[in-house]
């Protein structure tokens, strides 16, 4: 009687011969068998595939990532097919991981805002904020009113700029291109807006521990301003194009649905949270900055389905302009950093002009905010994915003893293994767009 090897079993072999060099020495060990216990659990998740009982060769194990550019990033997602049915599928993190949570117990706590940046790069500007904010929680340092105002402001232009890039990466996903132009522009005007206001266009760093490091000049206000005013009326166009496209609505309505207590068990977070009928939104939950000043709704959807998941950050997109316009209008005047030589940089006037500028500057570099030992503190935002949180315990030094993140993305990510198995593998790309995951987020 012939007998075949079972996929895993080939895989194993193909994997050894290619980890041996020249001589048959093992180079690589971690691979195969990282590969092997995939597999194993993939077979043993929640069906036996009999291979006697398949003569069409119908199964498979399909791998998907991790650099493929449907995954947005180095994500794996293992799947067994029943011909063109996902079985069962597993994700496969890790390959971003960077052990920043590590990393930030080595910095001061002024000098780990560089690495925020890198975290959800989509966003640069919440992480900064989230950052800050905690930090602030644990020192207990009082932030001037403007500089909140500010960082609201700016929050939600990363809010917007993170949807736009989802929006077209998504429609790009399911097989158009134009709408990805058309937001990328817009993510263009925002890049000039964080360019004027910070001086980089990309990871912006603008928030300082006690307020952040520049005020707004007259020019970037106005470049705020005619953003918020010209980029509503192209929502609307987005919307009547992509509501009447048949081949969009058709390839994300029922797809990947998550209901209301689903989305609850697995720990679903932010827009793909609200798709599925749950309101939770911080920013009126346990609002912070100058969220509970403001006239905003929580858009809300209960289908639970990728068309849910987008048209939930369509209508964010629109509450963020009136939050935008409400900001500008209401804007007060002052000082936009603590003046506090024990909790905030001096300005570069005092700096440049005064020898006790100058000496708090070189204090907050080398030691910086220093605060009470046992302290602890968690503080969270509504980022654009969804909660962003850290949590911090001090020893009394300016560098914090414990650091432990939740990030949005390795949340959502948790529902993606539960809505690929018993669809068809060509809403896999659909599904995992819908989720909007960030590996650099993902992978702490």
């Not at 905690?134 to 402001?153: F, S, Y």
């Not at 509504?382 to 315990?393: I, Q, S, T, Y």
């Not at 993606?416 to 669809?423: I, P």
Request: proline residues 5%; glycine residues 8%.
């Amino acid at each position: 009687m012939e007998t075949t090897l079972a996929p895993a079993e080939a895989e194993a072999g193909r994997a050894k011969i290619a980890s041996t060099d020249g001589y048959g020495q093992e180079v690589f060990t971690f691979w195969p068998k990282h590969n092997r216990a995939l597999y194993d659990r993939l077979e043993t998740k929640h069906s036996y595939l009999e291979r006697d009982a398949d003569p069409l060769e119908a199964s498979m194990t399909l791998n998907i990532g991790p650099q493929h550019p449907a995954t947005h990033g180095v994500l794996r997602v293992v799947a067994k097919l029943d011909g063109e049915t996902i079985e069962s599928a597993l994700l496969d993190l890790g390959y971003l991981h960077r052990g920043i949570e590590k990393l930030a117990e080595v910095k001061t706590f002024q000098e780990f805002m560089p690495y925020t940046d890198r975290m959800d790069y989509l966003s640069p500007y919440s992480n900064n904020v989230a950052w800050c904010l905690a930090v602030e929680k644990l020192a207990n340092v009082e932030v001037p009113e403007r500089a909140q105002w500010i960082r609201t402001m700016l929050c939600e232009l990363a809010r917007i700029s993170s949807h736009l890039l989802w929006m077209g990466t998504m429609v790009m996903d399911a097989g158009a291109m134009s709408a990805f132009l058309w937001t990328f522009k817009w993510r263009e005007e925002i890049y000039s807006i964080f360019d004027e206001v910070a001086g980089a266009r990309f990871t912006v760093s603008h928030c300082r521990i006690g307020g952040v490091t520049t005020d707004l000049s007259p020019d970037s206000i106005g470049m705020i301003r005619t953003f918020a005013e010209s980029f509503a009326p192209d929502i609307e166009e987005w919307d009547k194009l992509l509501a009447g496209n048949r081949i969009w609505v058709e390839r994300n309505a029922g797809v990947g649905t998550v209901t209301k207590e689903e989305a609850m068990a697995i720990g679903l977070a932010g827009p793909s949270l609200r798709a599925s009928g749950v309101p939770y939104d911080l920013r009126r939950f346990e609002p912070y900055l100058v969220y509970e000043d403001l006239d905003f709704t929580i858009p809300l959807r209960t289908e639970g389905d990728c068309l849910a998941r987008y048209l939930i950050r369509l209508d964010e997109m629109r509450e963020s302009v009136k939050i935008l316009r409400q900001c500008l209008d209401r804007l007060p005047e002052g000082p936009v950093r603590v003046d506090n030589a024990k909790h905030a940089y001096p300005s570069k006037d005092e700096v440049y002009y005064s020898m006790e500028g100058m000496i708090h500057d070189f204090m907050m570099t080398d030691v910086g905010v220093a605060p009470p030992k046992g302290a602890e503190a968690y503080h969270a935002i509504e980022a654009p994915k969804g909660e962003l949180g850290f949590f911090l315990a001090s020893d009394g030094t300016g560098s914090p003893y414990r650091v432990e993140m939740t990030s949005p993305s390795f949340a959502n990510l948790q529902a993606l293994e539960y809505m690929l198995e018993g669809v068809m593998v060509a809403d896999t790309v659909v599904m995992i767009g819908s989720v909007d995951p960030v590996m650099g987020e993902a992978d702490k």
